[in-house]
């Protein structure tokens, strides 16, 4: 067909961005709390250690410590962040936070030492403890063979279990989701590591952070960093949930540690008997219309410099005007939907098409107004750069194929 010429995919990406699906979402941001006010802190803390924005990280640390967080608690949030953004940085943090306890006590702040490190036992295996931190916060056996970064340069695999996470995630003070906070925040606002930041939402999820939590964490990014660095974050929770939604697991192990196979994991209330591959989670963001379904299929984007996902499309429903910086392209699997690049006519594209959507060319795809659109999207060369969602399909647009 010749729509050949789509090109898809980001959107779903996209798609997953924003979010909150009426299930999903209310099922969810129901029964958790927000952010509690010390996670609050730590967000701060992390965001602007990471960035080097000393500025604002004094009184984040002012904030945080009459917020109930401990001189030990952010000594360790601050030791931790030399691992995701370097010893400079985390030393200027460091340097940053002495001034301020400085100041405090100057002030006769007495402020609460907190909990003392435990020491760690120096002749413990720190490989294998580094391995079953990781499978504590990946929830699964970290026994694969050695593939892709580790297999290339196997010494920095070695050191992310024996350094990261044995020695640094394997430190009390901090709970693992305290960890994961800091993390998370850190790598969304710093930039340019977005395998990482999704990676690392995904260990939020599993070790207990809500989805919820992760939104009011992107929002005070917004907030306190930058609109353009929550975007992205957003998007990447999107695709962190799909994947849980998906796997169930592991969505971290594709960072520091393994790569792997996709695993698809039938989950029955999710699939409907005409989707090939699961139909996955429903997503409502704004850069959509109408109702989306979107189940992230591959998973190692490093590995093959591209993200898979399966897009459910309801009658009606479809994709802002968006453009991919790496090019997508559509497997039609399923229904009738509709493909228009900008400045052209509206293609209808059925099962068995395939759109090719070269890099840069503004486009949107969706259901038509009677039939269901599922689609495999690929987005190629997805290191390229996030998709860059412009506004929605207007009704008048949309109707113009009659
Ligand atoms: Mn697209």
Same mark, same amino acid.
């Given at each position: 067909?010749?729509?050949?010429?789509?090109?898809?995919?980001?959107?779903?990406?996209?798609?997953?961005?924003?979010?909150?699906? #009426? #299930?999903?979402?209310?099922?969810?941001?129901?029964?958790?709390?927000?952010?509690?006010?010390?996670?609050?802190?730590?967000?701060?803390?992390?965001?602007? #250690?990471?960035?080097?924005?000393?500025?604002?990280?004094?009184?984040?640390?002012?904030?945080?410590?009459?917020?109930?967080? #401990?001189?030990?608690?952010?000594?360790?949030?601050? /030791?931790?962040?030399?691992?995701?953004?370097?010893?400079?940085?985390?030393?200027?943090?460091?340097?940053?936070?002495?001034?301020?306890?400085?100041?405090?006590?100057?002030?006769?702040?007495?402020?609460?030492?907190?909990?003392?490190?435990?020491?760690?036992?120096?002749?413990?295996?720190?490989?294998?403890?580094?391995?079953?931190?990781?499978?504590?916060?990946?929830?699964? =056996?970290?026994?694969?063979?050695?593939?892709?970064?580790?297999?290339? &340069? =196997?010494?920095?695999?070695?050191?992310?279990?024996?350094?990261?996470?044995?020695?640094?995630?394997?430190?009390?003070?901090?709970?693992?989701?305290?960890?994961?906070?800091?993390?998370?925040?850190?790598?969304?606002?710093?930039?340019?590591?977005?395998?990482?930041?999704?990676?690392?939402?995904?260990?939020?999820?599993?070790?207990?952070?809500?989805?919820?939590?992760?939104?009011?964490?992107?929002?005070?990014?917004?907030?306190?960093?930058?609109?353009?660095?929550?975007?992205?974050?957003?998007? /990447? &929770?999107?695709?962190?949930?799909?994947?849980?939604?998906?796997?169930?697991?592991?969505?971290?192990?594709?960072?520091?540690?393994?790569?792997?196979?996709?695993?698809?994991?039938?989950?029955?209330?999710?699939?409907?008997?005409?989707?090939?591959?699961?139909?996955?989670?429903?997503?409502?963001?704004?850069?959509?219309?109408?109702?989306?379904?979107?189940?992230?299929?591959?998973?190692?984007?490093?590995?093959?410099?591209?993200?898979?996902?399966?897009?459910?499309?309801?009658?009606?429903?479809?994709?802002?005007?968006?453009?991919? =910086?790496?090019?997508?392209?559509?497997?039609?699997?399923?229904?009738?939907?509709?493909?228009?690049?900008?400045?052209?006519?509206?293609?209808?594209?059925?099962?068995?098409?395939?759109?090719?959507?070269?890099?840069?060319?503004?486009?949107?795809?969706?259901?038509?107004?009677?039939?269901?659109?599922?689609?495999?999207?690929?987005?190629?060369?997805?290191?390229?750069?996030?998709?860059?969602?412009?506004? =929605?399909?207007?009704?008048?647009?949309?109707?113009?194929?009659?």
């Amino acid at each position: 067909m010749e729509n050949a010429k789509g090109r898809i995919l980001i959107a779903f990406t996209v798609l997953l961005l924003g979010v909150s699906s #009426t #299930t999903n979402a209310q099922d969810r941001a129901s029964d958790t709390p927000s952010l509690s006010a010390r996670h609050q802190s730590i967000v701060l803390i992390a965001s602007h #250690t990471a960035r080097g924005d000393l500025e604002r990280l004094t009184p984040a640390l002012h904030v945080g410590l009459d917020s109930g967080l #401990t001189i030990n608690e952010i000594k360790e949030v601050l /030791l931790q962040l030399y691992a995701y953004c370097g010893f400079p940085r985390s030393l200027r943090g460091i340097n940053t936070l002495m001034a301020v306890l400085e100041n405090r006590e100057a002030r006769g702040i007495d402020d609460a030492v907190g909990a003392t490190p435990t020491p760690q036992v120096s002749h413990e295996d720190r490989y294998e403890k580094g391995k079953q931190v990781l499978e504590a916060l990946t929830g699964r =056996p970290q026994n694969r063979p050695r593939s892709g970064y580790a297999a290339f &340069l =196997p010494t920095i695999e070695v050191f992310l279990k024996e350094h990261l996470f044995a020695a640094i995630f394997g430190r009390d003070v901090l709970s693992y989701q305290d960890r994961e906070i800091t993390t998370v925040a850190a790598l969304v606002s710093m930039g340019g590591v977005e395998p990482f930041a999704r990676s690392h939402m995904g260990l939020a999820l599993n070790v207990g952070i809500t989805e919820a939590q992760l939104r009011q964490l992107l929002t005070l990014i917004e907030t306190n960093v930058g609109e353009a660095e929550a975007a992205v974050g957003r998007d /990447l &929770l999107s695709q962190a949930l799909a994947w849980q939604v998906d796997r169930g697991d592991d969505v971290g192990g594709r960072e520091e540690g393994d790569q792997q196979a996709a695993q698809h994991r039938s989950s029955p209330g999710n699939q409907v008997a005409n989707t090939l591959f699961p139909k996955g989670r429903r997503i409502t963001s704004d850069n959509f219309t109408g109702a989306v379904w979107v189940a992230m299929l591959a998973t190692d984007e490093e590995a093959f410099g591209s993200r898979i996902g399966n897009v459910t499309f309801e009658p009606g429903s479809r994709t802002n005007w968006h453009s991919h =910086p790496g090019g997508q392209i559509l497997l039609v699997t399923h229904g009738a939907g509709y493909y228009q690049e900008q400045g052209g006519p509206i293609q209808l594209i059925r099962r068995g098409d395939v759109v090719e959507i070269r890099p840069d060319v503004v486009h949107w795809h969706g259901a038509t107004p009677s039939s269901e659109l599922t689609h495999v999207a690929v987005v190629t060369n997805s290191l390229r750069g996030a998709t860059v969602w412009l506004q =929605p399909v207007t009704d008048r647009e949309y109707h113009r194929f009659w």
